[in-house]
C-alpha cells in the first residue's frame, strides 16, 4: 500500500550556526543493537546484509547537512526478486526515497525517485530503465543532495538527475521510520550493503 506523507510533513534542519566536518562519515558503523530495524538485518564482513522479508527496514542514524553525499558499494547476494532496495534521504527538509531496481510490469526493472509529485514509482514517467545491481558485483553508487536537487551515478554514469522544489518530493509513510531527519534503508531481497559514506558539502548549518 502506497501512502504519501502529508505535504506539510518536514524534516526539520539543524539549528542555524551548526558546523558539520567535511570528512565522510561511516554510517554502516553508527548502526547498533539500538538502531530502529524491521527485519533481521546482519553484519557481513563489516557491511550490512538485508532480510528477505516484505517490510524490511532500518533507520541509519545520521542527521544529514542540507548539502551532502552518499558513496555506496552495494552487491545482489542470490539471484534475488523483483525489488532491490530503497534509499531514504532528505532534501530541502523532506524525507523522500530513490527505489533502485524495482521490477515494473511491461517497462522492466526501474530506478527513480519514489513519491515525485505525489507519484509512485510504478506510474512516474521518470524513470531510468535497467538493472544496477548484480550477484557477486559490486556497484559503486554516489548520491549527491542539494538544497534543491538530486544526482544519483551507478559507477560513473547518471541515473537520475532532478532539480526543482523540494515541495513536489512527497515521502512515503509506509515504512513508518521515527524520526524523519534521518536517513533509511528498506529492502525486501538480499542485498549486501558493503560500504555506506556520507560527506557533508555544506560547512555550515543554515
Given amino acids: 500500500l502506497w501512502t504519501p506523507r502529508q505535504p506539510g510533513a518536514l524534516a526539520s534542519e539543524p539549528p542555524a550556526g551548526v558546523s558539520w566536518s567535511k570528512s565522510p562519515v561511516n554510517l554502516i558503523a553508527r548502526i547498533d543493537a539500538q538502531t530502529y530495524r524491521n527485519g533481521v538485518w546482519k553484519n557481513r564482513g563489516g557491511g550490512l546484509?538485508?532480510?528477505?522479508?516484505?517490510?524490511?527496514?532500518?533507520?541509519?542514524?545520521?542527521?544529514?547537512?542540507?548539502?551532502y553525499r552518499i558513496d555506496m558499494e552495494v552487491e545482489r547476494?542470490?539471484?534475488?526478486?523483483?525489488?532491490?532496495?530503497?534509499?531514504?534521504?532528505?532534501?530541502?527538509?523532506?524525507?523522500?526515497?530513490?527505489?533502485?531496481?524495482?521490477?515494473?510490469?511491461?517497462?522492466?526493472?526501474?530506478?527513480?525517485?519514489?513519491?515525485l509529485d505525489g507519484v509512485p514509482l510504478d506510474l512516474s514517467p521518470n524513470v531510468h530503465r535497467g538493472q544496477l545491481l548484480h550477484p557477486s558485483r559490486a556497484a559503486r553508487l554516489s548520491l549527491t543532495v542539494?538544497?534543491?536537487?538530486?544526482?544519483?551515478?551507478?559507477d560513473g554514469s547518471s541515473v537520475v538527475d532532478w532539480s526543482g522544489d523540494p515541495k513536489r518530493l512527497i515521502g512515503f509513510v509506509r515504512w513508518h521510520i521515527?524520526?524523519?531527519?534521518?536517513?533509511?534503508?528498506?529492502?525486501?531481497?538480499?542485498?549486501?550493503?558493503?560500504?555506506?559514506?556520507?560527506?557533508?558539502?555544506?560547512?555550515?548549518?543554515?
Avoid at 522479508?53 to 548539502?67: C, D, H, I, L
Fill in 77 to 115: 547476494v542470490g539471484q534475488g526478486g523483483g525489488y532491490g532496495f530503497a534509499l531514504g534521504f532528505v532534501v530541502g527538509g523532506r524525507m523522500t526515497e530513490i527505489t533502485i531496481d524495482k521490477e515494473i510490469e511491461q517497462i522492466g526493472t526501474c530506478t527513480g525517485v519514489d513519491g
Fill in 49 to 67: 546484509l538485508s532480510p528477505t522479508t516484505s517490510g524490511a527496514r532500518m533507520k541509519v542514524p545520521f542527521t544529514p547537512p542540507p548539502e
Fill in 178 to 206: 521515527p524520526d524523519p531527519k534521518s536517513l533509511f534503508l528498506a529492502s525486501s531481497s538480499s542485498i549486501l550493503f558493503r560500504k555506506m559514506t556520507l560527506t557533508p558539502l555544506t560547512a555550515a548549518g543554515p
Fill in 146 to 154: 542539494g538544497r534543491s536537487s538530486i544526482n544519483l551515478t551507478c
